[in-house]
């Protein structure tokens, strides 16, 4: 990576906010130099703790800065579309968090105005980049699993399990129509099509809400942190989008699958979970055991092995900077992916080894389809 400094500004003091502004300074040369934030003084308050020389509530503000060359949009989903567009025409480097939009035809004008600019743009599909995944999918493209037949899997989480339990994703005004499919559901799908190289075909879902209304705090409550507040402080809250989703899929000409996804799990804290099976081997993986790989075999032994690039394939070794036994997980999932964007932000000749905003398209797609197969009750051709 060049060494000449990178200035970026972060957009969005919240959960991702305080993600992307810690991995971000893993970087070298690469500096937070801005925050932009929903109120002026939480925007202060972000920039002290955080040592960031600049806070604003106006967007504006930092899209005008010649030196900033980069913005990460780390807000409630509702903002993606102006946010990113309006960076994006203002020449800036662009990483948002997933999903990229509310629906199709926003996602659809954002990855068009990326390319009329020939910008740098993201979308954080950061959970491709741990090791062991990465591992995964130079052993599906070397041919160690043979032709892909079988997919399936979970992601499991509980932190909105109780009826008091909230945050801004439960209001479809700021999240969109799809919540747990949305939220985690396209971390999912993302994955499976990145691992096996196939496209998601067709899809037959079914999406369940269990708290038909839920208690509001009166104040903001910052994501995975609604355990702490206390009940006299709630009001009750209408809720239109799932807590829970099943979904059979076709995958590519030949392969089926299934998964489903829950924020009500009880003590499934981040199951991301998947299992891939072909005609030579089969793979499993946990997110909440990163650096744990499963292979399954028919005529021999299984084998479980933990993370070591020393062992790997050099495509996904490139993918882990600590030696074996010392565990790279969340945080270094992130750093992977800014580590590849600033790469192409200092040079836009470098490789593209990151998601892109036509990525996220593709998720966009996929959720309207779910939404459709689960309003119709029948299989939806993607």
């Not at 906010?17 to 925007?43: D, F, M, Q, W, Y």
Request: hydrophobic content about 40%; aromatic content about 8%; some cysteine.
């Amino acid at each position: 990576m060049t060494s000449k400094k990178i200035n970026t500004a972060i957009v969005g003091t919240g959960f991702m906010g305080k993600v992307h502004t810690e991995n971000v300074r893993r970087l070298p040369n690469v500096e937070v130099a801005a925050v932009v934030g929903s109120r002026p003084e939480r925007a202060r308050k972000f920039a002290d703790d955080f040592g960031i020389p600049a806070a604003t509530a106006d967007l504006k503000e930092v899209l005008d800065r010649k030196d900033i060359a980069a913005v990460h949009i780390c807000t409630p989903n509702v903002d993606h579309f102006p946010m990113t567009l309006a960076a994006l025409k203002a020449g800036k480097a662009v990483l948002c968090e997933k999903p990229l939009a509310m629906n199709v035809k926003e996602a659809r004008k954002l990855a068009e105005v990326a390319k009329s600019k020939n910008a740098v743009h993201c979308v954080q599909h950061n959970l491709r980049y741990y090791p062991a995944v990465q591992q995964i999918r130079q052993m599906i493209a070397h041919g160690d699993l043979g032709e892909i037949l079988i997919v399936q899997g979970t992601y499991s989480q509980d932190w909105l399990l109780y009826d008091t339990d909230w945050n801004w994703r439960l209001d479809a005004k700021s999240n969109g129509a799809l919540r747990v499919m949305g939220d985690i559901g396209t971390h999912w799908m993302d994955m499976i099509q990145h691992l096996t190289g196939l496209s998601i075909t067709a899809v037959c879902a079914d999406l369940s809400i269990f708290h038909k209304t839920r208690k509001r705090p009166k104040g903001s409550v910052e994501t995975f942190s609604a355990k702490k507040a206390a009940p006299s402080q709630y009001e009750t809250f209408p809720v239109e989008t799932e807590d829970f989703g099943m979904v059979m899929l076709r995958l590519g000409d030949r392969a089926r699958g299934a998964f489903t996804v829950s924020q009500m799990s009880a003590g499934r804290k981040n199951r991301f979970a998947f299992e891939i099976f072909g005609t030579k081997a089969g793979v499993a993986w946990n997110q909440e055991e990163p650096d744990t790989l499963w292979i399954g075999h028919r005529n021999e032994p299984n084998q479980t092995i933990v993370k070591d690039a020393s062992l790997f394939y050099p495509e996904a070794a490139a993918f882990a900077d600590l030696p074996g036994g010392h565990s790279e997980g969340y945080d270094d999932s992130h750093k992977q992916v800014f580590k590849r964007f600033y790469a192409r932000v200092a040079n836009h000749s470098a490789p593209v080894e990151y998601p892109t905003l036509e990525d996220g398209l593709r998720g966009m797609v996929l959720l309207e389809k779910v939404a459709e197969s689960s309003r119709r009750q029948a299989w939806v051709k993607v």
